[in-house]
């Protein structure tokens, strides 16, 4: 069964620092991975997705892919207190599958 | 707006009662997906349209859980003799990959979802 593993945190940090999110995953065949906000009572937005080895940058986010180890992390720079949200990873595509998995997402708190 | 709605928002029932969601994509968007989430939990997938055609279900699937998309616009879920268990948020999300082909491509747009409330 695959698996997406996030730490629940909640990771706290101070407003304008970096907020790093990370997200392991357990089948090599997964070809495509993506970072999802969720404020609390809302649905998922997605924020990044990434295909390949190496760093993707989107204003404040940059997301990262080690396809070798397995991880999948979201950096958020300078930090605000309106990015305080769960950060859902998820993954999709091994056998061709549009079924994603989701990890149970990470709670990130920025304090002013 | 044209994203993906969903209704009602909210909806509390009894235990053993039946509900109905429904699910409107957006427009021109041939894939539908179902997912529930409970709290603390990654959203799950429940079951997933091709247009009409409901191509996967998952295992976990009561057959107390029926979908639709019977013309391949908007779509029902619905849960018979509901159970405590099946409280949740139900989310629906589209996704149209067009001109491009394979699951690489295939970004899924959430709905509000619908958050349901067994007593």
């Known amino acids: 069964q695959k698996e997406v593993e996030q730490n629940s945190g909640p990771l706290s940090v101070p407003e304008g620092a970096i907020a790093s999110l990370n997200c392991t995953y357990s089948d090599r065949g997964s070809q495509s991975f993506f970072w999802y906000r969720q404020y609390s009572g809302k649905s998922p937005e997605l924020i990044m997705s990434?295909?390949?080895?190496g760093d993707k940058e989107d204003g404040r986010f940059t997301a990262q892919l080690n396809k070798a180890s397995q991880y999948v992390s979201l950096l958020i720079r300078d930090s605000q207190p309106s990015d305080s949200a769960t950060y859902l990873c998820?993954?999709?595509?091994?056998?061709?599958?549009?079924?994603?998995?989701f990890g149970r997402g990470t709670s990130l708190i920025v304090h002013p | 707006d044209t994203g993906v709605s969903q209704n009602p928002r909210h909806k509390i029932t009894k235990r053993g009662q039946n509900v109905t969601f429904r699910c409107d994509p957006i427009?021109?968007?041939?894939?539908l997906y179902w997912y529930r989430q409970t709290l603390g939990q990654g959203p799950e997938f429940l079951t997933y349209?091709?247009?009409?055609?409901?191509?996967?279900k998952s295992r976990l699937l009561s057959d107390r859980f029926s979908a639709e998309r019977p013309k391949g616009s908007f779509s029902t879920l619905e849960i018979q003799r509901t159970e405590q268990g099946d409280s949740a948020m139900y989310l629906c999300a589209s996704s149209d990959p067009s001109g491009r082909q394979g699951p690489r491509w295939d970004t899924q747009y959430f709905g509000p979802g619908t958050r349901l409330t067994v007593l």
């Open positions: 349209f091709q247009n009409e055609a409901q191509l996967e």
């Open positions: 998820a993954e999709r595509g091994s056998g061709g599958s549009y079924i994603p998995t």
């Open positions: 427009s021109e968007h041939n894939r």
């Open positions: 990434i295909y390949s080895n």
